[in-house]
C-alpha cells in the first residue's frame, strides 16, 4: 500500500479497525522513539488530520471555549451587576467570584425550589411528546404503507406540518387557542360547551403546548418509520403468512423488530430534540405568565435574559441539563446493546 | 376464503394445500394477507387518514384563512362575512419592517449554510471512509454535541460576543448558527458519504489521486443532493431558530423573522391578521422546497444514528 494508508474502512462503525491500524503502526519496532513514532504516525494519518481540522478548529473556538467558560461561569455568582461592562470610553472591570460548587448545590439540593418541579414537568413533557409521536407515527405508517387509493396525497397532507418553521406553527397554534378569538373556542362555543382559557391556566397549557408539538413532530416519526418499514423484506412476511400467523403476531413479531433500529434512533434524536424544545414553549407562553409551565431550557433562559440577569445560574442549568442528556444517552445506547446481545 | 385465494401470493398456496390439507380446507380460520382487507376496513382506513389529515392540514388552511380575512377578520374566526382580501399582505410588505426581518433571516441563514456545508463536508468524508487516531472521540464529539441545549452555550456566547462588540451583528449571529450547523453537517454528510460506494475511492487511488483529490473530484460530485440535502436542513434550522436571535439582536433593523413576528402581537395591540399573513409569506417557499427534499432528508438524519 502507498502512504494513503488512512485505508478505506470495510465494515461500518468498526471503530476497532481504527485501533488496530494504529496498533500496527506503533508496534513495529519496539524501539522506535517517541518522535519517530509520531512522524511515522503524521506520515500515515496527515491526510485525515487535515480534512478534519477545520471542524476540529471551529468546535474548538465556537463550542469548546464557550462551553469552558460556561462551566467557570457556573462556578461563580456572576450576574448583570457584577459582570465587566463598557460604558462609554470606560471599562469596569468583572467582580464576580469564584464560589465553588454552591450553585450546583443549591439547585440540587432543591433548596431553589424551582429544579425539581420543573424536571418533573420537563420529563412528562418529553415523555408525553415523544410517546405521541412515536405512537401516531408508527400508526398513521402502518396505514400508509398499504396498497390504497390517493396514497401520496396523504402522504403530501399529512408531511405538510413538518414544513412549517416551529416558530411559525407556535404562532399559528397561539391564534387558534386565543381565548375570546380564537377558532377552538368558537367551535365549543357552536357546540355548546363553555369557551377554555387555553393559555391561562398552568394545566391547559400543558395540554396546550403538548398538542402544538405533537402536531409537529409526528410526521418526521411518520416519515421515518415509513422507511424502516419498506426496508423489511417481504420474505418475513411471506413466511409468516404461511406460518399462519394472525395480522397482530404479524406486527408483533415481524413488523416491530425489523423496526427496531430506526426506532431506537428516532426514538433517541425525539427525546433530546424535546427535551431541549425552546421555542414552542417560549412563544407559545410568553415570558411572564407561565411560570409552573416552563421547561428546564426556558427557565435557565429566563434566568440568564429576565429580569435580573443571572448568569452563573442559567449557566449551571445548562451544564446540569446536558449531563442529564449525556447520562441519558450512555444508558439508551447500552440498554439497546445489551438487548441486541440478548438476541 | 375467496379474499385469501385473490391474493398475489395465490401460486404458493397450491403447495401449501398440498403439504397440509387438513388446514387448509379450514374454511372458517381466515387470516388476512397485508393486502387484504373487507370493505368495511376500507372504509376505516380512508376514515382514519382523511381525519388525521384534516388535523395535519386545518392550522395551515386555517392561518391563509385569516390572512385573507382584512385586518380585524381574525376576531371572527368562523364566520367569512365581508369575503377576503389582501390588504393584510399589503400591509405588511410595505408598511412594516417586515421586508427587512426578512433580508436578514435569509443573509443570516445562508451565510451558516455556506460556512456549515463548507467547513464540514471534508470532516463528513474523512470520518466516512478513514480511520485515524481521534476517529473515534471526534464522532463522539459530533454526536455530543447536538445534545447541547440553548442554555449551555448562551451566557457564555452572550459575554464573549459582548466583549468583541459582535452582539446585534449578522457577524455574531452566523458565528453562533456555525457552532449548531458544523457539527451537525459533518454528521449529516457522513451518513451520505456512507452511501457512496468505496469502490470509487479505490478507481480513484489507481488513477494516482490524492484523498484530496478522490475527495474533490470525485465524491464531492456524486454527494451533491446530500450537500443541498444538508444545505437545506442548515437552512431551515437557523430561519427557525429563536433563542440566540432574541437574545443577541436588538436594534428592531437587525431583528430576524423569528423575533420579528412577536412584534405584532405585542403588549398594547394583537394584529393577528398581520401576523398570518406573514406567517404565510414565511411557509411557501420553505414548504414548497421542503417537500421536495424531505425523503432525502429523514435518511440523512437517520442514517448518521444508525451507522454511528
Known sequence: MKKATAQPAQATGSAASGSAGSGSATSGPSKAGLLTRMKRSYDRYWYAWAMVLPVVLVIGVLIGYPLGRG??????????????????????????????????????????????????????????????????????????????????LYRVMLILPWAVPPFVA????????????????????????APVDWLGDTFTQKVAVIGVNVWLGVPFMMVAILGGLASISSDQYEAAEMDGASPWQRFRHVTLPGLKPVSSTVILLGTIWTFNMFPIIYLMLGEANAM?????????????????????GAATYGIIILSMLLVFAVFYRRLLNRQEAAQ | MSAMTESRHDSARPDRAAVNPTQAHRPHRKIRGRDERSPLASLGLHAALIGAAVIAVFPIAYMMFISLRGR???????????GLEISNYTYVLTETEFPRWFANSVLIALGTTALGVFIAASTGYAISRMRFPGHKSLMWVLLVTQMF???????????????????????????????????????????????????????????????????????????????????????ITAWGEVAF???????????????????????????????????????????????????NLVAGLTAGGTKG
Not at chain 1, 377552538?184 to 357552536?190: E, R, T, Y
Not at chain 2, 457539527?183 to 452511501?195: E, I, L, R, S, V
Not at chain 2, 432574541?246 to 393577528?272: C, N, P, Y
Request: charged share 15%; hydrophobic share 45%; proline share 4%.
Open chain 2, 72 to 82: 380585524d377578520g381574525w376576531t371572527t374566526p368562523t364566520s367569512a362575512e365581508g
Open chain 1, 170 to 193: 407556535t404562532y399559528i397554534w397561539r391564534m387558534m387557542y386565543n381565548s375570546e378569538s380564537g377558532v377552538f373556542n368558537a367551535l365549543l362555543g357552536k357546540l355548546g360547551f
Open chain 2, 149 to 235: 441545549p440553548v442554555a449551555v452555550l448562551i451566557v457564555a456566547l452572550y459575554n464573549i460576543l459582548g466583549g468583541l462588540g459582535l452582539l446585534d451583528s449578522y457577524v455574531g449571529l452566523i458565528l453562533t448558527y456555525c457552532s449548531v450547523s458544523v457539527p451537525f453537517c459533518a454528521w449529516m454528510m457522513k451518513g451520505y458519504f456512507d452511501t457512496i460506494p468505496y469502490e470509487i475511492d479505490e478507481a480513484g487511488r489507481v488513477d494516482g489521486l490524492t484523498p484530496f483529490g478522490t475527495f474533490y473530484r470525485l465524491i464531492l460530485p456524486l454527494a451533491k443532493p446530500g450537500l443541498a440535502v444538508t444545505a437545506f436542513y442548515s437552512f
Open chain 2, 245 to 295: 436571535a432574541r437574545a443577541f439582536l436588538s436594534s428592531d433593523s437587525m431583528l430576524t423573522l423569528s423575533v420579528g413576528l412577536q412584534s405584532f402581537i405585542g403588549q398594547h395591540k394583537a394584529e393577528w391578521g398581520y401576523l398570518a399573513a406573514s406567517a404565510v409569506i414565511i411557509t411557501i417557499p420553505a414548504g414548497l422546497i421542503f417537500l421536495l427534499v424531505q425523503r
Open chain 1, 292 to 312: 409552573n409551565s416552563e421547561i428546564l431550557v426556558t427557565y435557565a433562559y429566563r434566568l440568564a435574559f429576565g429580569s435580573v440577569r443571572d448568569y452563573a
Open chain 1, 71 to 152: 462551566i467557570y461561569l457556573s462556578f461563580t455568582d456572576a450576574n448583570e451587576l457584577n459582570v465587566a461592562k463598557q460604558i462609554g470610553e470606560t471599562t469596569i472591570p468583572a467582580t464576580y467570584e469564584f464560589i465553588g460548587l454552591d450553585n450546583y448545590w443549591r439547585i440540587l439540593s432543591g433548596a431553589d425550589g424551582e429544579f425539581y418541579p420543573k424536571l418533573w414537568w420537563t420529563v412528562v413533557w418529553t415523555a408525553s411528546c415523544v410517546f405521541f409521536h412515536y405512537t401516531i407515527g408508527l400508526g398513521l405508517a402502518l396505514l400508509l404503507n398499504r396498497k390504497l387509493k390517493g396514497r401520496s
